[in-house]
Structures are given as C-alpha cells and as structure tokens.
C-alpha cells in the first residue's frame, strides 16, 4: 500500500519503507527533526507505532536522548537513517493515541454543530452513527475528544 500524501514522489514512499522496516524488525532509526517553531534536530528512536490522526502519520518512539515515549510528525522527519542496533522495548499502555481504556489521558464526549455548507466534510471525519441531520440541513456529530 502506498500511504504517502497526494503530490509527494519518490522520496516520500522510500521514507515509508525505512520506517516499516524499522518498525517490524526492531531497529533504531536516526532523522533530522523539525519542530513546531521550525527548529532542526537530530534524533535517534526506537520506533514504536506509526498512527494516523487528523489527517497526517506519526510515529511514537523512544527517544534515547530524552529518555521517554516522543510522538513525531513523519513530513517533519527527513535524513532517515536506519541502524544496525536492535531494541526490545515495547510499547507501555496509555500513550497519547491509545483507546481510552481508562489507563490512558481521559476526555470527554463533544457535540458539534455543522452548517449544510459541509455536509462533504462531516461524512468524511465521523461515522455515520455519530452523525444526526438537523432540519435546516446542518448536522450535529458526536465525537470523543481526549485530553493530551
């Protein structure tokens, strides 16, 4: 499967390997990483999980120098790199992105309103089920929002 974004090319898609290959067979995989504020910095991980959430994918991993579970943007990620080391650290319980189960960050259950204007968008980001149609041709949609 090819799960890089719309417009991107080769480089993009070779990413996706380095990190499935790092994912599967346990092997630390080192990036430059650019932050929020644009900031560039290397990292070496032990790579956890790839997610996807709101529209972008993210690998959770350990990150050796900051001796803790980090959750990085993969567009944000270039100059993969993957070492020979191994690791056999698995994946705690109640990582952000984790069901709630009650052992992960707690929330609550939100309800949106929505004009007819985005009727496209509403069937796109919730399930039916958490859909329900207003007169004026709005929606109202049921979401569980999580406190991070």
């Known amino acids: 499967m090819d799960f890089s974004p719309w417009g991107t090319g080769p480089?993009?898609?070779?990413?996706?390997?380095?990190?499935?290959?790092?994912?599967?067979?346990?092997r630390l995989l080192a990036f430059d990483y650019y932050n929020r504020y644009g900031q560039k910095n290397h990292r070496l991980i032990e790579p956890g999980r790839v997610v996807y959430k709101a529209h972008s994918w993210y690998i959770q991993g350990y990150?050796?120098?900051k001796?803790?579970?980090r959750i990085y943007k993969l567009s944000r990620m270039k100059?993969?790199?993957?070492?020979?080391?191994?690791f056999t650290r698995?994946?705690?319980p109640g990582l952000p992105f984790d069901e709630?189960?009650?052992?992960?960050?707690?929330?609550t259950f939100i309800k949106l309103k929505f004009s007819p204007r985005v009727a496209?968008?509403?069937y796109d980001e919730f399930e039916e089920e958490n859909i329900t149609a207003l007169e004026d041709g709005g929606f109202i949609a049921t979401a569980w929002a999580r406190r991070i």
Do not use: F, S
């Not at 709630?100 to 929330?107: A, I, K, L, R, S």
């Open 11 to 26: 480089k993009e898609r070779e990413k996706w390997q380095l990190v499935k290959e790092a994912v599967l067979h346990k």
């Open 90 to 92: 698995l994946l705690p």
């Open 79 to 86: 100059n993969l790199e993957i070492q020979e080391e191994t």
């Open 120 to 122: 496209w968008r509403v």
């Open 100 to 107: 709630n189960d009650g052992t992960g960050p707690q929330g």
């Open 67 to 69: 001796k803790d579970w």
């Open 63 to 65: 990150c050796t120098e």
